[in-house]
């Protein structure tokens, strides 16, 4: 689902904001979205598996969204520093505790940027042999390559975006809806 906005912008402790996905829009398509999980997963077990920091806003939101038999588990993974740009480098910082070998695995993942971390993250999750592995992404930009997203929720601009668990270094992550942090 493409969106276009156009919108006013206005600073919040002096970096310049423009709102880009309200809170109304995000819970609509996430509706849609756990409909779709819970068709695709029906009479079966999921681990849904995501991606902190920035995803605790989605999986909160989605996991009460869905009446699949789920275990929420957590893996935590950097590749950002304190700037807006990718670092290229991952490194993981906690590993999710649960064994999932045989199970169904959903990844929850708030952005794909460049595809890279995402792409890490499959492979290494697939290296522990689950049943089957899948992504859901609340935001993709245009330059995310060699990454399968089941679950999508928005195509965004190629822009840097905060709230909604996004950050700019470590902050706006309990913003409710998603915001264009403009230079």
């Known amino acids: 689902m493409v969106i276009t906005f156009t919108c006013t912008p206005y600073a919040v402790n002096c970096k310049h904001m423009k709102p880009l996905l309200s809170e109304a829009v995000i819970h609509r398509r996430l509706a849609q979205l756990a409909l779709q999980i819970d068709e695709d997963y ?4 999921i681990v849904l598996l995501g991606v902190l920091k920035g995803s605790i806003m989605l999986m909160a939101d989605l996991s009460r969204l869905l009446s699949s038999d789920l275990r929420i588990e957590w893996v935590t993974l950097s590749s950002y520093g304190n700037d807006t740009v990718s670092s290229g480098s991952i ?20 952005i794909v ?3 890279l971390t995402l792409g890490w993250l499959l492979a290494k999750m697939r290296e522990r042999r689950p049943a089957s592995i899948e992504a859901c992404v609340l935001l993709r930009k ?11 929720g928005f195509d965004i601009p190629d822009e840097f975006v905060i709230g909604y668990g996004m950050d700019y270094a470590e902050k706006y992550r309990n913003l409710k809806s998603v915001y264009v942090l403009e230079q």
């Open 113 to 115: 940027d460049s595809g």
């Open 142 to 152: 245009p330059h995310a390559r060699g990454t399968d997203v089941r679950y999508l």
């Open 42 to 45: 029906r009479g079966t077990s």
């Open 91 to 110: 490194r993981i910082v906690h590993d999710l505790d649960a064994d999932i070998r045989d199970r169904h695995v959903l990844i929850i993942e708030d």
